[in-house]
């Protein structure tokens, strides 16, 4: 050893040690001549050690020994050296993702961890993805999208979504066309699936067809149960032959009341069976993505009028299992985050003496405990939709009305190609009060997101059919040969393009200091979407493509972009004072307004946003309470085209309590009955927008949960009865 030191990377300063000069020339000759010259690597290292002073620094100890190695003619020990610096240097490189998908891995990268809600960071599979995902992202910046693109969303002037699955050119979500995948057979990992014979066969089926889609988006789906209610005819009738069968074989003269009356019980209980493995399956798979199937089921009694009577009976015996609930792993009923239900309300079931409408007294009943179904009002969608009733592709991205050739409305086996959302409130404050100044750079940011959005649209203009052989060879979208381009059904409306945005209310507030819900705020809230709307239509004159205007759920995406808006602009009050961007249109959690009026309200945006749209009303424990939820259901149907009601189903398994597990001040979960605040010793389930999430939220949706104020008070029941009079 001796007494000088040198430099490391790091700064520190450290004793100099010829020793490992001498160590990593060696190394370096068996690697690379294969002749060791001890004398060489003795010498190189006395030679260095004259000349370094106290302020060398070890990469330039490394460049010297590679010199003297060129000057003793040591060529190939040199390049085995140089090989070694060069792997050496590139395993202490300290990247960004580096830091990002070790947080996924220790558990500390909470941004991504709690960016979807129904995902378990926990499990290794979902990790995988989440680490595929950041690799992802931090390509796309790097390689596939332009500076200013890049640009725009470090600064949260856009959201490019699902960025982590940009690096495959797949799309976004869909309506699954589940009747023509089982009345012309599927395929399933190279294996042909033929038409169901029976109701449970159907539901089996459909799940797997489910798991298949899933992994090959990564957005919801939605099936109706219109697709499956022929299959429990088929079943009624081989029930029926079989006890007639039987009643021969046994000598038995069964009248044909008693077939028919021994028939219904056997389907009945096959029925039950369907659904039930509809929802087991749903809720214990795992797809690519590393959670359960995004599926939505659609509940439409007048979708296929042939198949009324069995459709009714799918929607009563899925709404008694979802009343009913899934256990846990303590064995107790807790509410399950998916399938994602969608009751229709219509003229057969709304009215106190229509033929169906036990079925949303039992819808009614549900939603006060286990927070689904979603309700979508025929009546209000009928005037917006040229007279059409169709689901939202998952949570709330809707398709515009397209008609086939034979110009039919055609729903099913149609898509979503992309979002990429635009932060109103950056824009807003952009404009420092100036309403006019704000459309001058609305402008602006609109071609931003045309741009972004015709990125997603040409990363699937190449794409053959083989990417996806469930979507576009096998039914699930289309029919198409091995290794057909799908470039056809991105264009003429077919497939949409979505304008996403967020942060309506925090964008008036910061123009003109008011409300949405004033009058001035309401009108300038409708000019501003307005105008969005206006961009969509354009895009779709100019291009051939379908655009349309979608309120972004923004789960994760709420608190990433107001962190960034704050960083921008400062904390400024009720604007950006929070963690979290206000839902697309909707009326800020914190303001205190009733749910009628705040339906009336929120139903005039949806309107104008038809490509993506739902709003909600927060309500107590209704489960006593259910005249006011028909009160509040009722008004739906005459008012708004898309709602949900929110209430709390939790639970703690320490203590067994059931009810509404709380936050305190810090956006900590507690149980109030024992004080639990183990996350994983709990069951919390609540509306994250516009679907259930039951893994727990980012820092910012968190806040939002928190400050939720009630819509309905369990007192208001008079008040329902008089804002509905005459209703029941």
């Known amino acids: 050893m001796t007494d000088k030191s040198v430099y490391k990377r790091t700064g520190e300063l450290v004793p100099f040690n010829k020793e490992k000069i001498y160590l990593a020339i060696m190394k370096s000759m068996k690697q690379g001549s294969?002749?060791?010259?001890?004398?060489?690597?003795?010498?190189?290292?006395?030679?260095?050690?004259?000349?370094?002073?106290?302020?060398?620094?070890?990469?330039?100890?490394?460049?010297?020994?590679?010199?003297?190695?060129?000057?003793?003619?040591?060529e190939f020990t040199a390049r085995s050296y140089e090989a070694y610096r060069a792997v050496r240097e590139y395993q202490r490189a300290s990247l960004v993702i580096d830091n990002k998908i070790m947080g996924i891995v220790h558990g500390s990268n909470m941004d991504v961890i709690k960016e979807n809600a129904n995902k378990n960071a926990r499990l290794a599979s979902t990790q995988r993805d989440l680490i595929a995902g950041e690799f992802s992202k931090d390509y796309c910046d790097r390689k596939l999208l332009p500076a200013n693109i890049v640009r725009a969303e470090k600064e949260g002037v856009i959201h490019f979504h699902d960025k982590d699955y940009f690096i495959q050119p797949i799309f976004n979500c869909c309506l699954v066309n589940l009747k023509d995948m089982f009345q012309n057979g599927t395929v399933i990992n190279s294996k042909l699936i033929e038409e169901p014979?029976?109701?449970?066969?159907?539901c089996t089926v459909a799940t797997q067809i489910v798991q298949q889609v899933a992994n090959g988006q990564y957005g919801g789906q939605?099936?109706?149960?219109?697709?499956?209610?022929?299959?429990?005819?088929?079943s009624?009738?081989?029930?029926?032959?079989?006890?007639i069968k039987e009643g021969i074989a046994s000598g038995i003269d069964y009248s044909l009341e008693q077939v028919e009356k021994i028939a219904g019980m056997r389907l009945r209980q096959e029925v039950k069976d369907g659904v039930q493995t509809i929802q087991y399956q749903i809720n214990t798979f795992s797809t690519s993505n590393g959670q359960a199937p995004f599926l939505t089921i659609f509940m439409y009694l007048d979708e296929e009028s042939e198949y009324k009577a069995e459709t009714a009976m799918l929607i009563e015996e899925i709404l008694l299992l979802r009343y009913k609930g899934m256990k846990n792993e303590a064995g107790v009923y807790i509410t399950p985050a998916f399938p994602k239900l969608i009751y229709v309300l219509d003229e057969d079931n709304i009215f106190a003496d229509s033929p169906y409408?036990?079925?949303?007294?039992?819808a009614v009943k549900t939603v006060a405990k286990r927070m689904m179904p979603d309700f979508i009002s025929a009546k209000k969608m009928k005037e917006v939709h040229d007279g059409e009733v169709f689901p939202p592709m998952g949570c709330r991205a809707f398709l515009s009305p397209y008609k086939d050739e034979e110009g039919k409305y055609k729903w099913y086996g149609r898509f979503n190609q992309g979002v990429v959302t635009l932060n109103l409130v950056d824009v807003g404050l952009a404009a420092k009060g100036n309403v006019e100044h704000f459309f001058e750079i609305l402008d602006h940011r609109l071609a931003l997101v045309f741009q972004a959005l015709m990125l997603r649209h040409e990363s699937q203009r190449e794409v053959s059919s083989s990417i996806s052989p469930i979507h576009w060879q096998y039914g699930a979208i289309t029919r198409l040969g091995k290794s057909e381009s799908v470039e056809p059904y991105l264009f003429g409306g077919y497939s949409t393009l979505s304008l996403g945005y967020i942060g309506l209310h925090e964008c008036i507030g910061a123009l003109i200091g008011k409300s949405m819900t004033t009058s001035e705020g309401e009108k300038l809230g409708m000019e501003i979407i307005g105008r969005l709307k206006l961009a969509t239509e354009d895009w779709t004159k100019e291009t051939n493509i379908g655009f349309a205007l979608y309120g972004t759920p923004s789960e994760s995406t709420t608190y990433t972009l107001a962190k960034k808006t704050r960083e921008k602009f400062g904390v400024i009050a009720g604007v950006t004072d929070k963690d979290y961007l206000t839902n697309s249109y909707h009326v800020n959690v914190r303001e205190e307004i009733d749910a009628f009026a705040k339906l009336s309200f929120e139903s005039k945006f949806q309107d104008v946003s038809s490509g993506g749209c739902i709003s909600y009303v927060e309500v107590p424990n209704l489960a006593h309470n259910h005249k006011a939820l028909e009160s509040l259901i009722r008004f739906m149907y005459d008012n708004i085209q898309y709602a949900e009601i929110n209430t709390k189903s939790d639970y703690c398994q320490k203590c067994g309590f059931t009810g509404e597990i709380l936050l305190d001040d810090n956006l900590e979960w507690y149980c109030p009955e024992c004080g639990n605040r183990d996350e994983e010793a709990m069951n919390v389930c609540r509306r994250t927008c516009g679907y259930l999430g039951d893994n727990f939220w980012n820092k910012g949706r968190t806040q939002e949960i928190k400050?939720?104020?009630?819509?309905?008070?369990?007192?208001?029941?008079?008040?329902?009865?008089?804002?509905c009079a005459g209703s029941f």
């Open 222 to 234: 939605t099936i109706t149960l219109s697709h499956l209610a022929p299959y429990v005819r088929v």
């Open 236 to 243: 009624h009738d081989k029930h029926r032959e079989r006890v």
């Open 34 to 74: 294969g002749l060791v010259r001890e004398d060489v690597a003795n010498l190189i290292g006395d030679e260095i050690e004259n000349e370094i002073d106290s302020s060398s620094k070890i990469a330039e100890i490394e460049a010297l020994v590679y010199k003297k190695l060129i000057k003793y003619e040591q």
């Open 357 to 362: 409408r036990y079925l949303t007294d039992l």
């Open 197 to 202: 014979r029976s109701f449970q066969t159907a």
């Open 707 to 723: 400050e939720r104020v009630l819509h309905l008070d369990a007192r208001e029941e008079v008040f329902a009865d008089e804002v």
